[in-house]
């Protein structure tokens, strides 16, 4: 995080460690600040920048200094460098301040698996939060499906379980989500849909070092499962998901677009839960200490105030 420079004709300031009161190292007293910012560290802690013309005169890493003030004379003797020196050891201060505000939030990246039974609402909480949280979204259904669209090797193997409504085994699953997690858009924090579905995909992540930090378990009762599942349309020119019930399109020309997935019958839904329902305690049992079961049924905007709040309790 960089907050823009402000810059100011200025006199000396000094950053002082806010536990021993003295100077933080790398500031003199004769330097002149010309502009400060706010950024981070590599360790992702915050720090301000305090810069000197042509040159930086020190970091000051906000785990240390809580106050950046002027000292001394001004160096020009003017009122306007007074506030220059001001301004600027207030930017400094101030950059501090915004850059450690975010670091319980931003600093640590997210990294979160959100389950439950098929149609309990896991994709549509997962637009909710990608757009509140800019996680990278990675959906097993979604990847084995773009598989199968591609006809590649593993897409071929993965549809006929699909259409059964079956697990894909894990030789094709497991490699293909780990793979996912390993592009450099996951180093933001990612947003886990869908996987892992079973005790063998679960020690397959953990035996690859791949840890969550929150378990989402969305609990909806299996008889309004079945409802959401027939109505399930899905949106190919932006993705969205919608309900000709629940959440019909808005207009005639996108509900002429929508498509529904080959799986959304209800034959094929009741096998996917039992499917469910074999796993799930399997999967639980293995994150229990960060597991949160949030209720699914209920207004899909009320549902994401709950998951909005543990997320951010982060
Ligand atoms: P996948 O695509 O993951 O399907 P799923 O788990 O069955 O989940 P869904 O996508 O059906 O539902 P959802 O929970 O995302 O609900 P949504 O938000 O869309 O997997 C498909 C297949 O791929 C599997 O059967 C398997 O073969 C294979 N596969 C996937 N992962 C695998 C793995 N890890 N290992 C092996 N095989 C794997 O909502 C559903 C509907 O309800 C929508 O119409 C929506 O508008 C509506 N709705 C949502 N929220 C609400 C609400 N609060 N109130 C009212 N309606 C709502």
Not at 4 to 10: L, V
Request: hydrophobic share 40%; proline share 5%.
């Amino acid at each position: 995080m960089t907050n823009g420079p402000t810059t100011g004709r200025a006199r000396p300031v000094v950053a002082r460690d806010g536990a021993t009161g003295r100077r933080a190292r790398g500031v003199g007293r004769s330097a002149t600040v010309v502009a400060a910012r706010g950024e981070r560290d590599r360790d992702g802690d915050a720090r301000a920048v305090v810069l000197a013309p042509k040159r930086e005169i020190a970091q000051v890493s906000a785990k240390k200094a809580v106050a950046v003030e002027p000292v001394g004379k001004p160096a020009i003797g003017s009122t306007a460098a007074a506030c220059g020196a001001a301004v600027a050891a207030a930017a400094a201060a101030l950059a501090i301040k915004r850059a450690s505000s975010g670091s319980s939030n931003s600093k640590k990246q997210k990294r979160i698996v959100i389950a439950g039974a098929p149609a309990s609402g896991k994709g549509t909480q997962c637009e909710l939060i990608v757009k509140k949280f800019g996680l990278t979204h990675i959906s097993a259904g979604d990847l084995l499906r773009a598989a199968v669209a591609a006809g590649t090797e593993a897409g071929l193997k993965a549809k006929e379980y699909m259409d059964r409504g079956d697990l894909v085994p894990n030789e094709v699953v497991v490699t293909m989500v780990k793979e996912r997690l390993s592009q450099p858009d996951c180093s933001k924090g990612w947003l886990l849909d869908g996987y892992p579905r079973s005790e063998e995909q679960a020690e397959a992540l953990i035996e690859s070092g791949i840890q969550p930090d929150l378990f989402l378990l969305l609990d909806v009762p299996d008889e309004i499962l079945l409802e959401r599942v027939v109505g399930r349309r899905l949106d190919p020119v932006d993705g969205t998901i919608y309900h000709m019930t629940f959440f019909p399109p808005p207009t005639p020309e996108i509900a002429a677009r929508l498509t529904q997935r080959s799986d959304d019958t209800e034959e094929k839904a009741s096998n996917r839960l039992s499917v469910h329902h074999k796993n799930v305690d399997a999967v639980v049992g293995k994150y229990e200490t960060i597991m949160k079961t949030v209720d699914g049924n209920r207004a899909k905007q009320d549902v994401f105030k709950d998951i909005e709040r543990l997320i951010k309790a982060m």
